[in-house]
């Protein structure tokens, strides 16, 4: 089965910066589109940022557009979530998703915690 880990998360100061990692496994990477997601305690998991397949990145509807970035690494099997001028709003647990581009199946990792705090 396809599996997703998470990795990078971790204590940061307000306005600091992070970079987050996302390791798929089991499948063929390159037949994925990838999206990270994160959720504050038991609020609604929102959308940070999605990357094709193809390699292109997509911001539309992102609540940090302008304040992250999303990258793929295919030699890797890894996409990577950059984020910079952190505020404690950012804090949450932050999730990969892999979505297959015929649209099924989905698989989610467990998570990795971003924390935003002086």
């Known amino acids: 089965q396809v599996q997703l880990v998470e990795s990078g998360g971790g204590l940061v100061q307000p306005g600091g910066s992070l970079r987050l990692s996302c390791v798929v496994s089991?499948?063929?990477?390159?037949?994925?589109?990838v999206a990270w997601y994160r959720q504050a305690g038991e609020n609604a998991r929102e959308l940070v940022a999605r990357i094709r397949n193809s390699g292109i990145g997509i911001y539309e509807d992102s609540v940090v557009k302008g304040r992250g970035t999303i990258s793929r690494d295919d030699a890797k099997n890894t996409v990577y979530l950059r984020m910079w001028n952190l505020e404690p709003e950012d804090t949450a647990v932050y999730y990969c998703r892999a979505d297959h581009y015929r649209g099924t199946p989905t698989y989610w990792g467990q998570g990795t915690q971003v924390t935003v705090s002086s």
């Open positions: 089991g499948g063929v990477f390159g037949d994925f589109h």
